[in-house]
């Protein structure tokens, strides 16, 4: 089975004010969604984003935010640089495609030196 995993492209931490605890250290999250599976790794173009508050560690969801950290957010939003999107092959992919080379290499060989 596929694993994935959100891994972390950039971490800011931000001092606006949490709409719940009003506490000013907030940590801004961005995170990258990867593909692990036994024949190849995937890196995905979907980029997600959490804000969680250090003090009461409750998750701000956009509809709590306040004008102030909308603009933060779309600061930081714009410096995000997430890996290009892609597929890297694992060895055991490559061990197995050369097997089946193999096979079918050597049955074309028996095939036509059957006829001779």
Sequence with gaps: MAKEKRLVIKEADI????????NQELKLTFFQ???????F?????????EIECKKCHSKIYPVNWTP???????Y????????RPSVRFTTLFFI???LMLC?????VY???EGFN
Aim: charged share 20%; proline share 6%; net charge negative.
């Design 33 to 39: 969604k990867h593909t692990f599976n036994p024949f």
């Design 96 to 98: 197995i495609l050369v």
């Design 110 to 112: 028996f095939f036509l």
């Design 76 to 83: 930081y939003n714009k410096l995000v640089q997430p890996d």
């Design 103 to 107: 096979l079918v290499a050597g049955g």
């Design 15 to 22: 001092t606006n004010n949490c709409p719940e605890c009003y």
């Design 41 to 49: 790794h995937r890196t995905t173009n979907e980029v997600t984003h």
């Design 68 to 74: 102030d950290i909308e603009r933060v957010f779309d």
